[in-house]
């Protein structure tokens, strides 16, 4: 196995561990809904959240490393406009990995949550601070910002799991707050400059989590704000559109990027099977059933080409 120098890690590269947990965790959601097609359930989410450990306790140490023999590197990841967004890969998937341990470990899936929130809020306090300073070109401006900035609406998840609602609420309330602004943001960038260079396409399918994620948590958090299933229905239909972009998926260069894809259709599967579990009718079941075997086919495509560029 080639295994990459420590300056060639990306912090994008916990952008996998995102999106193994983010699976079985969508899978653990679906399965009260899908019976018929989910007989097992802990057959198809747990491996899930066992590859996410093992990828979250490889990358974590060789990161590490990276900030010790090559902290230039590190300094240019969070300084750049570019790459800074997904410098929040790192705290957002350890929330992720929390929700998918708390069955198991509570005390370890406790403290994954709190350094995770606590890292990405100090983080998000950081990214504001860099943004008003100023320097920062409409054209450095990429879907990778939503993670650091909107990051928040994931936090629940697990938050809720823990019996950490009013964090949670708080945590939510300052992403869902800002979701407008940094959308606008991106798709205004998206307007007025160049197409995303080829490397970073995949990243526009972070679209996705803001409106399956404040939909899927803000109806539990405010269960009073029945409007939210309206972000659910624009998901799907902006699945289709992400979907049709993506048809040159095959000619985009491999790289980090890439697990960008994975997350956010996990948070649309997860979405759906939040409504379709509210909502018993046949169509919303079955578009459960087609986001999750969408998800699911993404992330191991994903996860295939991941191991074939590691091993060389």
């Known amino acids: 196995m080639r295994v990459p120098r420590a300056s060639q890690l990306a912090i994008g590269s916990f952008g996998a561990v995102m999106g193994l947990a983010g699976l079985g965790l969508s ?5 009260p809904v899908l019976p018929g097609l989910v007989r097992a359930p802990a057959h198809l989410s747990e491996p899930w959240i066992a590859l996410a450990a ?19 590197a590190v300094r240019e990841e969070f300084s750049n406009p570019v790459q800074m967004g997904f410098c929040a890969t790192l705290p957002v998937g350890m929330t992720l990995l929390a929700g ?21 809020l100090a ?12 320097g920062i070109d409409l054209e450095q401006v990429n879907a990778g910002w939503m993670v650091l900035f909107i990051g928040g609406i994931v936090v629940p998840g697990a938050g809720l799991q823990l019996g ?10 300052v992403s869902a707050t800002i979701t407008p602004l940094v959308m606008g943001l991106v798709l205004l960038r998206a307007l007025v400059r160049p197409a995303l260079p ?20 803000g109806s539990v958090l405010f269960r009073d704000f029945a409007f939210l299933e309206s972000l659910y229905f624009f998901g799907l239909v902006l699945a289709v559109a992400l979907l049709a972009y993506a048809r040159g998926l095959a000619r985009w260069p491999f790289g980090a990027p890439w697990w960008a894809i994975t ?27 087609a986001t999750l ?9 994903v996860l295939v080409r991941s191991a074939l560029a590691l091993r060389g």
């Open 27 to 31: 899978v653990r959601e679906a399965a």
């Open 54 to 72: 093992l990828a979250f306790a490889w990358l974590l140490p060789a990161y590490l490393w990276k900030l010790i023999k090559a902290p230039r």
């Open 100 to 120: 998918g341990l708390a069955p198991y470990v509570p005390p370890l899936a406790d403290g994954l949550w709190w350094t995770g929130v606590v890292l990405l």
């Open 123 to 134: 983080m998000q306090a950081w990214g504001l601070q860099r943004v008003l300073s100023g």
């Open 164 to 173: 950490h609602e009013d964090l949670s609420r708080f945590v939510f309330g």
């Open 198 to 217: 080829a490397a970073l396409r995949p990243s526009w399918f972070i679209l996705l989590v803001p409106p399956a994620l404040v939909y899927a948590h």
């Open 263 to 289: 997350f956010p259709l996990d948070a649309l599967a997860y979405a759906a099977a939040r409504y379709a579990g509210g909502h018993p009718e046949p169509v919303w079941t079955v578009l459960c059933g």
């Open 293 to 301: 075997m969408l998800a699911m086919l993404a992330v191991m495509l």
